[in-house]
């Protein structure tokens, strides 16, 4: 009671502790004044001046409290009293609630004592801007929960618009949630965080020093045990070089600062010759059940692996977070998956009416050769299979000339319009080459249809949507022609492959691989040996590689702009008359900047239309495609690109440079 008693006796000043300071300190210096005026003017009277300086005195005071009064009765018309009655007012002002009212501009015009008591403050804020005083955004507070601090305490802030007439009028009311913001902290903190580890190369370090693998396993765990324990999490094997983590979201923010340097810690482990071991890890800490949070890191994982392994990907509340990603794909896959993948999408072929097969936008050899082969797989279900295809584009058109004089692909490659006239309810789309629908040839396509697998190898970039049925996605193949070769391996004779089907597959590979001198491993060379005894001719194949006469002039446009950046990156910018050939020609010029002493990755900028188009590559130190994912691109650790719409070829390359920076700064050559 007496606690009632007092918060009734409670109220807003009319003079804040301020403005009585300010009145002292005028008292003080005008009766400094009238000593100093008594002392250095001979003759005058005290009394006179004594009067004087009074009545400036309370002049002073008189200005300083009108104007307080001004500011208090700054809109007379929207007062508290003049909306809501007195009765209405005095149920606000002594509401045990912080309340406050201001104007458009963000005036404070009122607040009740339960605010001042909030504030902590015996100054008067009449007047004052509501920012100054609490930070909080008015259209939140009036659409949704908002909430503010003041002080050690939380609270929710609940908006009102009282009045819009004139400048109008606007409430606030706070609730005391700090207990509530405490326990909601404890939860978020004490909730329990899944993640799936996996040692990435564990095949690898098999193969060339058996004697001493468990050596390096076993020290692998001891550091995924110790990294566990500083966190207080349980972790255990549940499969051959496979670990499942459990622990408290609260150590998460410390592991995101820090970046995940269990990966570093990890890869500086040295096993035999110098081989590195690396893991990778999926992590979430999504609201919901452990069940839900389980199959979230379960995603994650696979994300990671199909990224090419030796990082984190972390799913919080709102976005997908990569950390890491500084090694190269470990080269790794067996014929077992390849298989199964065959039988699966031959399966779900059978199920189709018919198969659209589309690479990605602005194809090449890779793209084109992997549609065909699994049209050749299409063929083989004895479904009607077509190939989306820019017909116009100037370098396939040797590659669809080439395919059409044979019988059964006379037919089989179409436009957008005629693609989308394909489309039937049990149609089946497959994506090769890329793995993101706003990435294929014809996207209006792919978005029209509830059936669309995947073949690619290049690092996953995108969440898979609903309508993708199935994924084979394989960052450690060389080309999405080896893949595809693999699964023709294991489908069909290389002597009942057409030679045109072979050669086309065969210029996938050695485009992608640069002639066998990048990304290549012993499935790419047994790809290669089955294409050969298909009848692919290795001459006839790179007469698709020569260039016309023209194109070492436009090459010649990138190589005479090359400025170097932070000493081994080489940039060149290619601005002008341009045309659809500088997408190829650019690529080509990325790889021959390489070819320069000192330089680890090089990037080629040209302007296409409204897009500029940007080729990366690396000589195996830089990771290009973690680069130009801030661009929107994606690739390969050495091979990457991206197309950004932009006026400005110099601000994109100014984007390049920050991109460049940010991961130099965490990953310094």
């Given at each position: 009671m007496k606690n009632e008693k007092d918060n009734q006796n409670l109220h807003v000043p009319y003079a804040s502790r301020r403005d009585m300071i300010l009145y002292a300190a005028l008292g003080i210096l005008n009766i400094a004044l009238v000593a100093i005026l008594c002392h250095f003017i001979p003759g005058v009277q005290p009394i006179i001046v004594a009067i004087i300086v009074g009545v400036i005195y309370l002049s002073e005071i008189a200005i300083i409290a009108l104007r307080r009064v001004a500011k208090s009765r700054i809109y007379p018309t929207k007062s508290i009293h003049g909306l809501l009655g007195e009765e209405g007012s005095a149920v606000f002002k002594s509401s045990r609630l912080p309340i406050v009212i201001f104007d458009l501009h963000g005036?404070?015009?009122?607040?009740?004592?339960?605010?001042?008591?909030?504030?902590?403050?015996?100054?008067?804020?009449?007047?004052?801007?509501?920012?100054?005083?609490?930070?909080?955004?008015?259209?939140?507070?009036?659409?949704?929960?908002?909430?503010?601090?003041?002080?050690?305490?939380?609270?929710?802030?609940?908006?009102?618009?009282?009045?819009?007439?004139?400048?109008?009028?606007?409430?606030?009311?706070?609730?005391?949630?700090?207990?509530?913001?405490?326990?909601?902290?404890?939860?978020?903190?004490?909730?329990?965080?899944?993640?799936?580890?996996?040692?990435?190369?564990?095949?690898?370090?098999?193969?060339?020093?058996?004697?001493?693998?468990?050596?390096?396993?076993?020290?692998?765990?001891d550091k995924l045990k110790s990294w566990a324990a500083s966190m207080n999490g349980v972790i255990k094997s549940y499969d051959n070089d496979k670990y499942i983590m459990l622990f408290e979201s609260a150590y998460l923010e410390e592991c995101i600062a820090n970046r995940f340097d269990?990966?570093?810690?990890?890869?500086?482990?040295?096993?035999?010759?110098?081989?590195?071991?690396?893991?990778?890890?999926?992590?979430?800490?999504?609201?919901?059940?452990?069940?839900?949070?389980?199959?979230d890191a379960r995603d994650a994982i696979d994300l990671a692996l199909q990224r090419g392994g030796d990082q984190v990907v972390y799913k919080s509340e709102n976005e997908t977070i990569y950390f890491g990603g500084r090694t190269k794909t470990v080269y790794k896959r067996s014929n077992v998956r390849s298989r199964a993948f065959s039988n699966q999408l031959s399966a779900l072929m059978s199920r189709s009416d018919n198969v659209?097969?589309?690479?990605?936008?602005?194809?090449?050899?890779?793209?084109?050769?992997?549609?065909?082969?699994?049209?050749?797989?299409?063929?083989?279900?004895?479904?009607k299979a077509n190939i989306a295809v820019d017909l116009t584009d100037r370098n396939l058109r040797p590659c669809?000339?080439?395919?059409?004089?044979?019988?059964?692909?006379?037919?089989?490659?179409?436009?957008?319009?005629?693609?989308?006239?394909?489309?039937?309810?049990?149609?089946?789309?497959?994506?090769?080459?890329?793995?993101?629908i706003p990435r294929a040839q014809f996207s209006d396509i792919a978005s029209k249809t509830s059936n669309i697998a995947v073949i690619d190898h290049h690092r996953k970039i995108d969440q898979p949507?609903?309508?993708?049925?199935?994924?084979?996605?394989?960052?450690?193949?060389?080309?999405?022609?080896?893949?595809?070769?693999?699964?023709?391996?294991?489908?069909?004779?290389?002597?009942?492959?057409?030679?045109?089907?072979?050669?086309?597959?065969?210029?996938?590979i050695l485009l992608d691989t640069k002639q066998f001198t990048r990304n290549t491993g012993t499935r790419t060379f047994g790809a290669a040996q089955y294409l050969r005894g298909a009848g692919a001719d290795p001459t006839d194949v790179y007469n698709l590689f020569k260039a016309a006469p023209e194109d070492l002039s436009k090459e010649a446009r990138f190589h005479t702009s090359i400025i170097m950046y932070e000493d081994c990156i080489a940039l060149a910018c290619c601005e002008g008359d341009t045309d659809e050939s500088y997408r190829v020609i650019a690529s080509k010029a990325a790889d021959k900047m390489l070819t320069l002493r000192g330089v680890s990755a090089a990037f080629t900028l040209v302007r296409i239309g409204e897009q500029i188009h940007i080729s990366g590559r690396s000589s195996g130190k830089i990771n290009v495609q973690l680069i130009l994912e801030k661009l929107r691109g994606g690739g390969h650790f050495d091979v990457a690109g991206a197309q950004v719409v932009s006026d400005s070829i110099v601000d994109v390359l100014e984007t390049l440079k920050k991109s460049i920076d940010e991961y130099l700064e965490r990953n310094p050559v």
């Open positions: 005036t404070i015009l009122w607040y009740n004592d339960a605010m001042r008591m909030a504030l902590d403050s015996y100054d008067n804020f009449i007047g004052e801007k509501i920012s100054s005083v609490i930070d909080f955004d008015m259209e939140d507070a009036t659409s949704g929960e908002c909430r503010t601090t003041i002080g050690n305490n939380v609270y929710s802030v609940e908006g009102f618009v009282l009045s819009k007439k004139n400048n109008g009028l606007y409430l606030a009311m706070l609730s005391d949630i700090t207990s509530l913001s405490t326990l909601e902290k404890k939860y978020y903190d004490e909730r329990v965080a899944v993640a799936y580890i996996a040692i990435d190369n564990v095949e690898d370090i098999l193969q060339y020093v058996h004697e001493k693998f468990a050596d390096a396993v076993v020290s692998i765990e269990i990966l570093d810690s990890i890869r500086d482990a040295r096993v035999g010759d110098g081989v590195s071991i690396t893991v990778s890890i999926g992590v979430s800490h999504k609201g919901g059940t452990l069940h839900e949070r389980e199959i659209i097969i589309m690479g990605h936008r602005y194809g090449d050899f890779d793209s084109f050769g992997a549609s065909v082969g699994v049209a050749r797989l299409a063929m083989l279900c004895g479904i669809i000339e080439m395919m059409q004089k044979t019988e059964i692909y006379s037919q089989v490659f179409v436009d957008n319009a005629a693609g989308l006239d394909l489309i039937g309810p049990d149609t089946l789309v497959v994506l090769v080459d890329h793995n993101s949507v609903n309508t993708m049925k199935i994924t084979y996605i394989e960052p450690s193949a060389s080309s999405a022609c080896e893949l595809v070769t693999e699964m023709l391996e294991s489908a069909v004779s290389s002597q009942n492959l057409l030679k045109e089907e072979a050669d086309i597959l065969l210029a996938g």
